[in-house]
């Protein structure tokens, strides 16, 4: 018997098809009057009966006005039961659910029409309370149960052993919308999911969705559950789409257990195969609750887009959103996201912020909303680590925003916040050598390009981007070095004796990769310098940090140029009382380092094997063989100009060997702790 059409929306979205032939009765009945229930009744009696179901207990019976409702207790054995309820012509929506004797839900009915039909399997015989609600309307209802096995016609009895099925991939269970139990004590142990290792029996479940819906599946367990989704092929792995093993907390009402599972997806039309299985051997009972959400075209959102100003925070967050669009950034950008547009009068320079405190942000712009072939930008880093920063140079025109993240389960709020100037700039404190701003001492120091003018370019770039420039001032002999460390747009450094004259460039570091840039570091005579932070292209603007440090050479070079010779298989003896010139990378954290060293030099005719060997008298020390005396442009710890490094042991003894070219090296003693100094002997051997 095949389900009438009625021309109301179907019941469920996957329905069970062993209730097909019920639905079917009813719609055709749904015009009867209060005094043709039984009747009605009849039919669905009929129905079932040729089915092979046999109807168990008695009848129910009663009236009910609107948003009322009935409990009615019912006797229920090891088994898996329909529950069958049909409503008079004044009721609109009549429901069902059936709860356990801790009032917990088992099964529910999630139609909106006058007839209600569920499934509920329990694992104990008892006393259960059905409760029947008047959702709309008013009338009288009848309620009956139904068990047994599948017989008679050849037409139901194949729907029925289909939608009941024994919960494997050959005869997998239909899924059900709403809160329906079960048990893996039944099922086998065949599959297992990437999230979970498991040997446990597992209960398959299939659903067929003919449009692109989002999924909701919560697991409400006894045991350690695992929750996975495959597409398509039920028996492959590769063709899993989701896996879940502790959701950390039920979100469908009283969790009888702390392990519970949820899957939580947007899925394309198509068949998949729900598996409801345990974590290692664990089996038992559960309920399962399943929501299916209509999704709305990508189009249907751009056309009610919110509109965005300029300087007017707009709040958002990603509860009940979807995961619409990618992106070019952030792995595609596979989290919700919310769309939002954005009208541009005429060409000017636009920044685009999205901030959270919950996710890590992401924020992509379209000359088309729709077109994912039109997105002209997509950042997921800004000037601080909670932000997302878009900057560009827009025609006029509408655009597409979308407040994206890269986290699949983001949960939680965003704020996005636009910035629009001239396409020109409108000028900024430090635009040009006039009012060339001095740079503070502070090691790191936070600027804006949004609103500059454009009046340097490097040797490595700039040209039409906006700029600012800083003044500093080295009064000694010293390296500086300079690096962006956080930005919105994409900067470049560059470093001049004098400004606004090219010729006077010392260096330039533009980016060699998107959103990070080289580092400025050189070796500057005492006098003023300009640093000048510049965008890579006009596109690229907007707020940074900069970190400005010098170092003071002057000790270093002095104790290279005096630094006594080694003799060659000799013994030296010394102290090393006195400043600290060298970091050692043996010797601890750099930045903590400060005890006193002492420096000796060795040169070699030809490539040899050399030993040091150090001992001290009564303090903790260290000897590194450096092939630089000064530290060396660019490098980012002292063992970037070491040949080796060792501390001393128990016995206040090191020893350092390294094979080496022909060249001059020298020897660097120095201690562990800023007052470990003192008397030291070094041997110098070489090998030919």
């Known amino acids: 018997m095949p389900p009438a ?61 609107e948003g009322k409702e009935a409990r009615i207790k019912l006797e229920l054995a ?51 309370t059905l409760v029947v609600r008047m959702k709309r309307g008013a009338g009288d209802f009848v309620v009956a149960t139904w068990s047994g096995s599948i017989g008679g016609d050849a037409t139901l009895a194949g729907a029925a052993t289909s939608a009941q099925g024994a919960g494997t991939c050959e005869s997998p269970l239909a899924i059900v919308p709403g809160v329906t139990s079960g048990s893996t ?36 367990p006894r045991f350690d559950a695992v929750l996975y989704v495959r597409r398509d092929e039920c028996a492959e792995t590769e063709a899993e789409v989701a896996c879940n093993d502790d959701a950390g907390g039920g979100k469908s009402g009283r969790s009888s257990n702390v392990r519970p599972s949820r899957i939580d997806e947007m899925l394309d039309p198509g068949t998949y195969y729900v598996f409801v299985d345990g974590y290692g051997t664990e089996a038992g009972a559960f309920r399962m609750k399943v929501d299916l959400t209509d999704v709305p075209t990508l189009a249907e959102l751009c056309g009610r887009a919110r509109s965005l100003a300029a300087q007017v925070p707009v709040s958002g967050g990603t509860a009940g959103s979807f995961d619409h669009v990618n992106a070019q950034c952030a792995e595609d950008a596979k989290g919700p996201d919310t769309v ?3 009208d541009v009068a005429q060409r000017s320079r636009v920044r685009i912020t999205e901030h959270s405190d919950d996710f890590k942000p992401v924020v992509h712009v379209r000359k088309a909303c729709a077109d994912e072939k039109s997105e002209i930008g997509c950042r997921d880093t800004g000037a601080v680590d909670e932000e997302a920063t878009f900057t560009a140079v827009l025609d006029p025109g509408t655009y597409g925003v979308f407040a994206d993240t890269g986290e699949k389960d983001a949960d939680g709020h965003f704020t996005l916040t636009v910035d629009m100037a001239p396409e020109h700039g409108s000028g900024v404190a430090g635009d040009a050598c006039g009012d060339a701003q001095p740079l503070p001492p502070d090691p ?43 930005q919105e747009g994409n900067h470049l450094l560059a470093l001049y004796r004098t400004c606004g004259d090219a010729s006077t460039e010392l260096a330039c570091a533009a980016p060699e990769t998107r959103g990070a840039a080289r580092e400025l570091d050189l ?30 050479i002057t000790a270093q070079e002095t104790a290279c140029k005096a630094a006594p010779l080694l003799a060659e298989g000799g013994s030296t003896r010394g102290t090393t009382s006195g400043p600290h010139r060298f970091n050692l990378s043996c010797a601890g954290r750099e930045d903590t380092q400060a005890a006193p060293d002492r420096i000796h030099r060795f040169e070699l005719r030809a490539r040899a094997k050399v030993r040091l060997a150090l001992t001290t008298q009564g303090w903790d020390g260290a000897l590194a ?64």
């Open 78 to 128: 090891t088994q898996c039961t329909t529950i069958v309820g049909l409503g008079s012509a004044p009721v609109r929506d009549l429901d069902l659910e059936l709860l356990d004797a801790e009032g917990r839900t088992l099964a529910k009915d999630t139609s909106e029409d006058p007839q209600a039909a569920m499934r509920a399997c329990v694992e104990s015989r008892g006393t259960y």
């Open 444 to 486: 790191v120091v936070e600027g804006d390009t949004f609103a500059a003018r454009d009046d340097f370019s490097g040797k490595c770039g700039g040209k039409g981007a906006p700029d600012v420039v800083y003044k500093v001032d080295v009064p000694r002999r010293a390296r500086a070095r300079a690096k962006l460390v956080n």
């Open 340 to 342: 939002y547009k954005l």
């Open 185 to 220: 004590s039944r099922g086998e142990s065949e599959h297992q999911g990437s999230c979970g290792s498991t040997d446990s029996r597992e209960i398959v479940y299939k659903l067929e969705l003919t449009k692109k819906q989002r999924v909701t599946i919560e697991v409400d």
């Open 523 to 552: 070796v500057v005579a005492p006098g003023s310098y300009y640093l000048v932070v510049d965008g890579v292209d006009p596109h690229q603007l907007g707020r940074f940090a900069i970190e400005w440090r010098t170092q003071d």
């Open 625 to 688: 063989i450096r092939r630089a005396c000064i530290d060396p442009p660019h490098a980012t710890s002292a063992r970037a100009s070491e040949a080796g490094c060792a501390r001393t042991d128990a016995s206040r003894k090191a020893r350092v060997e390294a094979t080496l070219d022909a060249g001059t090296y020298y020897a660097i003693v120095g201690g562990l702790g800023a007052n470990a100094q003192g008397p030291f002997t070094l041997d110098y051997k070489v090998e030919r």
């Open 5 to 65: 059409a009625t021309g109301r929306r179907p019941r469920f979205a996957g329905v069970v098809l062993a209730l097909g032939g019920i639905v079917a009765v009813l719609g055709a009945c749904a015009s009867g009057r209060s005094g043709e229930l039984e009747p009605r009744y009849v039919a669905v009696h009929n129905t079932l009966a040729a089915m092979g179901l046999a109807q168990v207990g008695p009848l129910h019976q009663g009236s009910l006005g």
